[in-house]
């Protein structure tokens, strides 16, 4: 069984920063693709950022280059740097993983979500 654990999230003011980090483990061969989500009440789910592991990096248009969304292999983790953070980006944030188990049974996994509130 494949599990994604976060970190990272809490409440932080207008303008700070937060990193927010995923790890997974279990029966895993390899990872292609991880990626951020998030979802704020009442909305749906967006995405934020996706990393291959080549490392070719995709952004939402709202991240504006205030978000940095790396991968370090070696741990199978991938981390979300966010800066200059709004109230706007209030919302949970899911990581999101493209990978193949031991087996090479492709899977695409959620993490448990991790809250981010941007407040004063």
């Known amino acids: 069984q494949v599990q994604l654990v976060e970190s990272g999230g809490g409440l932080v003011q207008p303008g700070g920063s937060l990193r927010l980090s995923c790890a997974a483990s279990g029966s895993i061969f390899s990872i292609n693709t991880m990626g951020w989500y998030r979802q704020a009440p009442g909305k749906e789910r967006e995405l934020v950022a996706t990393i291959i592991r080549g490392g070719t990096r995709k952004y939402a248009e709202f991240v504006k280059g205030r978000f940095t969304i790396s991968r370090d292999n070696a741990k199978n983790t991938v981390y979300l740097q966010m800066n200059s953070l709004d109230p706007e980006d209030t919302a949970v944030y899911y990581c999101?993983?493209?990978?193949?188990?031991?087996?090479?049974?492709?899977?695409?996994?959620w993490g448990q979500g991790t809250q981010v509130t941007v407040s004063s």
């Open positions: 999101n993983m493209d990978l193949w188990e031991m087996v090479l049974v492709p899977r695409n996994c």
